[in-house]
């Protein structure tokens, strides 16, 4: 079955820099979901979009942007980076209209800044 | 805003025994809670969801329970392996809005 895919799975950038991470959720899921994880940290939910509309918004940093995509990929847009946006960043899709919203998380990319 | 606790932390047992892990929430207002494993520097991998209406889900040796009302709810894992070694993370959402236990993370000694 496919799995959600997110690109790149590594990336390393200086402070300063611009970073974008790219996700693909599974076929048919309308709901896209981003969480940044940090070292020995639980997940911290960024910000969800549902049919291509921003859905909620959690502890985002105004530096960080999102949109979702006519094809219902989304991507994360970093700016400004700093030392402390070194995680593990995750994207999950799940299908609100099957009524249950299963998230189904992808692989992750790991940030590093230097 | 929903704060998830998730009891114990860590948890080193030997192979074969029955644990339970515990999860509580302080909003009883949720759409669903979902159960997950994570291996280090892994993704989350989906083991049970339990919708709002529910009480139990099972798959395998994994059976998970929701008291809403109280704000709880357990995983339990029976006869356990080796390879059950990982950290386990309960979430809760809201619609589209979820909201992520610390995990309770497990060593099932040989």
């Known amino acids: 079955a496919a799995g959600v895919i997110q690109s790149p799975r590594h990336l390393i950038k200086e402070k300063r820099e611009t970073a974008t991470l790219k996700c693909y959720p599974i076929p048919r899921h309308d709901t896209v979901y981003w969480y940044q994880q940090g070292p020995g940290q639980d997940p911290q939910f960024l910000i969800s979009f549902y049919e291509k509309m921003q859905s909620d918004k959690g502890s985002i940093p105004d530096r960080f942007s999102a949109q979702q995509f006519s094809d219902y990929h989304s991507e994360l847009n970093m700016s400004s980076l700093e030392l402390g946006d070194s995680a593990l960043y995750f994207c999950?899709?799940?299908?609100?209209?099957?009524?249950?919203?299963?998230?189904?998380f992808g692989p992750g990319t790991r940030l590093t800044v230097l | 805003k929903q704060e998830v606790t998730q009891i114990p932390a860590a948890l080193s047992v030997p192979e074969g025994e029955n644990l339970v892990l515990n999860c509580s929430f302080t909003d009883s207002a949720i759409y669903n809670l979902q159960w997950f494993r994570q291996d280090p520097g892994k993704g989350l991998t989906s083991l049970l969801l339990?919708?709002?209406?529910?009480r139990e889900q099972t798959s395998g040796r994994l059976n998970a329970s929701l008291d809403k009302s109280s704000g709880r709810s357990t995983l339990y894992i029976a006869a356990s392996q080796p390879g059950d070694s990982a950290t386990y993370l309960c979430a809760v959402s809201w619609v589209n809005k979820f909201y992520f236990g610390s995990g309770t993370k497990l060593n099932v000694k040989p």
């Open positions: 339990i919708q709002s209406s529910q």
């Open positions: 999950a899709s799940s299908s609100y209209r099957a009524g249950h919203n299963e998230q189904f």
